[in-house]
């Protein structure tokens, strides 16, 4: 199981930070992945991170302002936002190495 949390209504220029915890994997077995979904868009991978931290890579249009992290101590993978602008509101989900392991999603907005 996946349970993402940290999305909520912020400003253009604004930061927010989303968690994706996991449950009943072994979280390092896997590289981990944060997608979104715009209304009316088909979901797309924002990144990912391998198993251990060492690699990620990004869209094109979030980096240098979005950051992904993991803690497998804590089994959790984070989703740093900074700069946001509206164009990032979506649903944003969290995936288990392009498995069948989703969570639920969270929705970011970004508005004025």
């Known amino acids: 199981q996946l349970v993402e949390s940290g999305g909520g209504l912020v400003q253009p220029g604004g930061s927010l930070t989303l968690s994706c915890e996991t449950f009943g994997l072994t979280f390092v077995d896997y590289d981990m992945r944060w997608y979104r979904q715009a209304p009316g868009m088909t979901r797309i991978l924002v990144g990912r991170?391998?198993?251990?931290?060492?690699?990620?890579d990004y869209l094109e249009s979030v980096k240098g302002r979005f950051t992904i992290s993991r803690d497998n101590a804590k089994n959790t993978m984070y989703l740093q936002m900074n700069n946001l602008r509206p164009e990032d509101t979506a649903v944003y989900s969290c995936?288990?190495?392009?498995?069948?392991?989703w969570g639920q999603g969270t929705q970011v907005t970004v508005s004025s």
């Open positions: 991170i391998s198993p251990f931290g060492s690699g990620t």
């Open positions: 995936n288990a190495g392009g498995t069948g392991y």
